[in-house]
């Protein structure tokens, strides 16, 4: 089981937005910043977002980030198909002393 | 432009060792700390050790620590990961990543396109 918690999986209709969430505790996203990355199949993760909310260059401003106590929010608008992949989040937990990762959610455009 | 390409992964059997080496380019390695991160097949993703940009200071996950050893040498801009002691549960696809950090959290900002290591009698 993962550290950090994720929906399985979420979709919605192109156009539409859909967040996804990232559940954690005191020890990583209560004290750490959040990190998100894009898996699509078979391909390497991609850097999706940084510090929360900070989105690397390159990334559209389609998708967004932020955090809230133990939980942080990926969010995307205006669904594209070609936004169909995994999603993980990712931090730092100082109670283990290592980085950690959601589960990861796979995201679907209906 | 940034690149990092692994290479090394194969089949091997339990109890065997495999040297991952990942080869980076487009900007200076010893800047940066590197990180090895694993996806077992249909699994999520599993940190599993980071090297300091002079090679001084690494850490593993609980899970390959004491089997597994991290390793750089910036003067061919090589990472390497040495994993001993192999076991089933350690097949995967092994990323290297460039790490980034603020404070005490890091994230991964480039990524190779992995090497497969599986380990099966």
């Known amino acids: 089981q993962s550290v950090l918690t994720q929906p399985p999986s979420v979709s919605a209709a192109p156009g539409q937005k859909v967040t996804i969430s990232c559940s954690g505790s005191?020890?990583?996203?209560?004290?750490?910043?959040v990190s998100w990355y894009q898996q699509f199949p078979g391909t390497a993760p991609k850097l999706l977002m940084y510090?929360?909310?900070k989105r690397p260059s390159g990334i559209p401003d389609r998708f967004s980030g932020s955090k809230s106590g133990t939980s942080a929010t990926l969010g995307i608008t205006g669904l594209q198909t070609g936004d169909e992949a995994d999603y993980y989040c990712?931090?730092?937990?100082?109670?283990?002393?290592?980085?950690?990762f959601g589960g990861g959610t796979q995201l679907t455009v209906l | 432009e940034v690149q990092l390409l692994e290479s090394g992964g194969g089949l091997v059997q339990p109890g065997g060792s495999l040297r991952l080496s990942c080869a980076a380019s487009?900007?200076?390695?010893?800047?940066?700390?590197m990180n090895w991160v694993r996806q077992a097949p249909g699994k999520g993703l599993e940190w599993v050790a980071s090297?300091?940009?002079?090679?001084?200071?690494?850490s593993f996950a609980d899970s390959v620590r004491g089997r597994f050893s991290i390793s750089r040498d910036n003067s061919k801009n090589t990472l390497f990961l040495q994993m001993n002691s192999l076991r089933v549960d350690d097949t995967a696809v092994y990323y290297c990543?460039?790490?980034?950090?603020?404070?005490?959290?890091?994230?991964?900002?480039?990524w190779g396109q992995g090497a497969l290591v599986t380990v099966s009698s």
């Open positions: 090297v300091s940009g002079s090679g001084d200071i690494t």
């Open positions: 990543a460039r790490g980034r950090k603020v404070g005490l959290t890091p994230w991964f900002d480039f």
């Open positions: 990712g931090t730092w937990d100082g109670s283990l002393s290592v980085s950690v």
């Open positions: 510090e929360n909310n």
């Open positions: 487009g900007f200076i390695l010893s800047n940066f700390a």
């Open positions: 005191s020890s990583n996203i209560g004290n750490h910043n």
